[in-house]
T-cell receptor
Framework: RKEVEQDPGPFNVPEGATVAFNCTYS??????FFWYRQDCRKEPKLLMS?????NEDGRFTAQLNRASQYISLLIRDSKLSDSATYLC??????????????WGAGTKLIIKP | NAGVTQTPKFRILKIGQSMTLQCTQD?????MYWYRQDPGMGLKLIYY???????DKGEVPNGYNVSRSTTEDFPLRLELAAPSQTSVYFC????????????????FGPGTRLTVL
């Protein structure tokens, strides 16, 4: 089983719709969680952190479910510019009290006019 | 600030050739990283550095070498290129205390697309 799994998509969604996708992680010791956005043939950029209490940033809402070991990203009123691949990132502490990042392969989202 | 810059943007190598991928950051970040991203796969950490003079292996270090002589520069060396090293290579940097749970955003360069034929 992969440490971090995402549905690769693509999710084809009409403009203005709401879309949500999940990311599951296998290690219960995972500490921190993030969503990065990667545009086609570009570098990843941090979209938002995912806190235990959930967090919202404009049209984007991220949730963490530790019991079921997944995080989610919900996008409301989707825009054409939201088309991208969304990468899930999970941190795990290592023996030296540093952390390692585990990256999901990403979910591709296509917003259609 | 330019952020993280990488050169070259594209490169085609023949099997057995060597090359150095350059990475420079101007944010005075302690941590720097090299990742590779294969189609449909997550980012895989090749090497990382927590400061000048200190480097460590990541998940997939075989076939690569790094050095960190300054805070700003973190070049990645490919020796004896192989087709399996065809990938997109991203350099990233972050400011981090290194404490468990202490994560700071990673800033990425634009990537180098490498093809080995």
């Amino acid at each position: 089983r992969k440490e971090v799994e995402q549905d690769p998509g693509p999710f084809n969604v009409p403009e203005g719709a709401t879309v949500a996708f999940n990311c599951t992680y296998s290690n219960s010791a995972s500490q921190s969680f993030f969503w990065y956005r990667q545009d086609c043939r570009k570098e990843p950029k941090l979209l938002m952190s995912v806190y235990s209490s959930g967090n919202e940033d404009g049209r984007f809402t991220a949730q963490l479910n530790r019991a079921s070991q997944y995080i989610s990203l919900l996008i409301r009123d989707s825009k054409l510019s939201d088309s991208a691949t969304y990468l899930c990132v999970v941190t795990l502490p290592d023996k030296d009290s540093n952390y390692q990042l585990i990256w999901g392969a990403g979910t591709k989202l296509i917003i259609k006019p | 600030n330019a952020g993280v810059t990488q050169t070259p943007k594209f490169r085609i190598l023949k099997i057995g050739q060597s090359m150095t991928l350059q990475c420079t950051q101007d944010m005075n970040h302690n941590y720097m990283y090299w990742y590779r991203q294969d189609p449909g796969m997550g980012l895989k950490l090749i090497y990382y550095s927590v400061g000048a003079g200190i480097t460590d292996k990541g998940e997939v270090p075989n076939g690569y070498n790094v050095s960190r002589s300054t805070t700003e520069d973190f070049p990645l060396r490919l020796e004896l290129a192989a087709p399996s090293q065809t990938s997109v290579y991203f350099c990233a940097s972050s400011y981090s205390t290194g404490l468990a749970g202490g994560y700071n955003e990673q800033f990425f360069g634009p990537g180098t697309r490498l093809t080995v034929l």
